[in-house]
């Protein structure tokens, strides 16, 4: 019957009419809700012929019903399909014509008023909604003007739609996360939906996305990973230009909002991920704009947390964000910049590997001397060589403690770095380029050739019974270390 297809695409239609200029809104709504109340497909053109009547006659929500009509409760409609409905305005956020954006936000406005009070759903008719509408573009025009000196999001309208928005963004981000997937699932749409088209509404749904952001204003930060997760897999193909735009509000919006090491990296890693796996040019040149502009834009969240913040690579086209994060890390001694960059060497992520090493590489390479300092006490502490009783050295204990630990943390800056090289099994392009960056960490160290090992095995023990209990102590001596044929070969 026609009333059931008209309250299934109830979401939909009322999207449409609410888009609509003023007198246009009244009349379609009117006619909508006739065709819910008319049971018959006849009283259909009845109701088409009486369209232009007087809405005293005709507005059957205000109060008017005939004995073969039911009487339609707009706002009890409107909460029977709240979320697709939000969804749907939400996404006309995202229209190009700003005409048609501003007239989603009054729509949302609107829907908020009907919604948020139950009280008043009798005096909810016809009239009473598209007056709303019309005073909420009109209030809307006054606090969003130049004059008013707020910009969008800043204003009490905005906050009281924020407030509103804010209950529904889990179910409105699901239907965006279909719709990005799917286009063919989300609006009725049809199965035989051309590329071109599905294109065009996943681009609505990500300038949608950075509407959004805007009107959340301070309601945004528990809604940060969503939005994240949204945009991350069109960054990269032909929606990256809309999908970082988005991503530039994001991070904008978030701007006076302190931020944690993890939230950080979840705004700059998807972009580097971006920057380096991509072959498109303009891409490449987008996501590295849009990295430059996050480090400027989080200078204070970043000077906090910026050994736990993933490195920033030194490129030409990153030199804006390489300069203002070098700043930060440079005033950490060397070994606490190794120790940070050994906790990202063990990171699941392609792109933090790839970062870390390369930094790594270029310090080990600025520090030669120190590091070779530590390599000469790695090899004493792990043959034996030198071996004395801490107790015995006075004041000189603690620096062996020292050059101990300097040795131990090398020794595990270098385990990490052939565990990470295990990164080239991956498919991805960003693997086999973070095992290659790891592989020439390893070549900055060095490795020694097992062929250049002679394994000494003794105990501590002298009396050969106690010996046999104990546990041998294996040590590793080095030798020939001169015959530089077996040196180049191994190479």
Known sequence: ???????????????????????????????FVKLI????SG???????????????????????????????????????????????????????????????????????ILGNPESDKQQGVTNIVQQSVDNLKDMAKTESPRAGKPLGHTEISAELADFLSQHILGVMAYVNELLRD????????????????????????????????????RLTPHTNNMVASLTPSLQGPLAATALRSWIILAESLVKTTLLADQINSLLVPL??????????????????????????????????????????DHPQLEIAYTIFQGYVSRSSLRQRLSSLLQMLKAKDSTVVLCASRELCTLLQMNEKQ?????????????????????????????????VADAKLLDSISEALKSACSHANDSH?????????????????????????????????????????LPARVSPTLCNLQDEEERMEFV
């Not at 109340?37 to 018959?40: I, L, P």
């Not at 259909?44 to 929500?61: I, T």
């Not at 790891?438 to 501590?460: M, Q, W, Y």
Request: positive net charge; proline residues 2%.
């Open 1 to 31: 019957r026609l009333p059931v297809l008209c309250v299934n695409l109830a979401p939909e239609v009322f999207v449409k009419i609410f888009l609509m200029d003023d007198q246009l809104m009244h009349q379609a709504l009117m006619r």
């Open 37 to 40: 109340s008319t049971g018959t």
């Open 43 to 113: 009283s259909m053109s009845s109701n088409s012929s009486n369209s232009n009547s007087n809405s005293s006659a005709s507005d059957l929500s205000d109060g008017s019903k005939s004995k073969d009509q039911v009487e339609v409760n707009i706002p009890s409609l409107l909460r029977s399909c709240t979320v697709k409905l939000i969804f749907n305005l939400v996404l006309s956020l995202g229209e190009e014509d700003p005409v048609l954006r501003k007239r989603a936000r009054s729509a949302l406005l609107t829907v908020h008023n």
């Open 183 to 218: 286009t063919e699932t989300i609006g009725g749409e049809s199965a035989q939906i051309s590329a071109r088209q599905e294109s065009s509404m996943r681009r609505k749904a990500l300038r949608a996305i950075g509407e959004l952001v805007i009107l959340l204003g301070s």
């Open 272 to 313: 580097l991920t971006a920057f380096f796996a991509s072959n498109d040019v303009d891409v490449r040149s987008r996501a590295a704009e849009a990295i430059n502009r996050i480090v400027g834009l989080h200078k204070r969240n970043i000077r906090s947390s910026c050994d736990k913040v993933c490195s920033i690579p």
């Open 371 to 403: 590091i070779g300092a530590w390599k000469q006490a790695f090899m004493h502490d792990r043959s034996g060589i030198g071996g004395i009783d801490d107790h015995s050295m006075g004041g000189r204990s603690k620096e062996r403690s020292t050059a």
């Open 429 to 469: 392009q960003l693997g086999r380029q973070a095992s290659a960056s790891c592989t020439a960490c390893l070549a900055v160290i060095g490795v020694i050739d097992s062929r250049a090992l002679e394994t000494n095995t003794r105990s501590d023990a002298a009396d050969p019974a106690k010996a046999a209990m």
